[in-house]
C-alpha cells in the first residue's frame, strides 16, 4: 500500500493548478468593476 495521498472528491471541487491561480489572483486585484451593471 501506497503512503501517498489522493484526492478523491473532484464532485464537490478541483485541485487548482498553479498558474491559474496567479492569473486569476492578478486579474481580481489589479482589475475591477461591478459586475451588476452593464458594461
Known amino acids: 500500500m ?3 495521498e489522493i ?3 473532484y464532485a464537490a471541487t ?3 493548478d498553479p498558474q ?3 492569473a486569476m489572483c492578478e486579474c481580481m486585484t ?3 468593476g ?3 451593471s452593464s458594461h
Open 2 to 4: 501506497s503512503d501517498r
Open 7 to 9: 484526492y478523491l472528491d
Open 14 to 16: 478541483a485541485p487548482v
Open 20 to 22: 491559474v491561480a496567479a
Open 30 to 32: 489589479r482589475e475591477h
Open 34 to 36: 461591478n459586475p451588476s
